[in-house]
């Protein structure tokens, strides 16, 4: 009991802390309680950050902290909620907390940024990072951060690219081969198949016995009138949490 009060005044602490950074840093979306970076380094990535927030209308936080005092699953919930990040309604955005004392780090993404990089994609971003965090090279790990966050939130509202040169290669490739192997399992099929001469041949005996008949109609035409609906659709909100140790 006594543990999770004093998680939770730190969490409450840490976020007046946060709130007065925040406000000395003209909203960057940055927070380095750590002391991980250089100021040049932080306005360089808070920089980058603004620009992603602004394109994307998600807001993409990163966060280091000496202690989680608990779990940090817990914690990065408890950081994004309190401190009410993400832009929007759905409060779409992405954090990515590192903890020095446990030496972990976990990604949070929320409402539509959420759909945009679900666990997977959370998984391949801390690939991306984690060799550069335990290399103690934070500033190039945070900046791939935010280049995989816009990647990602790029792809899901506007397509990724497609690779035309490779991608033809392989469909060629694959349309070829599935080509060949169709044409040489009909081919076997057909060896046996020989022409008759008489067309009673083709039927089996016994096969076909008239006991009724009746006139059908083949052909119809329909009219068909679009109907516009009065309702819109909403967005979804969804929240992943993933990250590892570095």
Partial sequence: MKR????????????????????????AD????????????????????????????????????PTSDGSIDTFVEDVYDRMNMGCGENRDG????????????????????????GLDQIDAIGEAIVSDLSDGDYAEAFITFADNCAYYLDGYLNGFPFNAGKNLIVALIIGVVAGVIVA????????????????????????????????LFLYREVSRTEKTSSQSSGSGSSRNVGGGKF
């Fill in 184 to 215: 040489f399992i009909l081919k076997k099929q057909l060896k046996s198949v020989r022409q008759q001469k008489q067309a009673n041949v083709y039927i089996k005996s016994g096969s076909m016995q008239i006991t009724a008949s009746r006139d």
């Fill in 94 to 117: 992405v954090l990515l907390l590192v903890c020095m004392d446990s030496r972990e780090y976990r990604i949070l993404s929320n409402g539509f940024a959420g759909e945009a990089i």
């Fill in 30 to 65: 940055i927070y380095d309680e750590a002391d991980l970076l250089s100021s040049t380094e932080e306005t360089q990535i808070a920089e980058k950050l603004s620009n992603i927030r602004e394109q994307f209308d998600a807001q993409i936080v990163i966060m280091t902290v």
């Fill in 4 to 27: 999770k009060l004093f998680s939770m005044l730190l969490v409450a602490v840490l976020c007046v802390s946060l709130t007065i950074s925040a406000s000395a840093a003209s909203g």
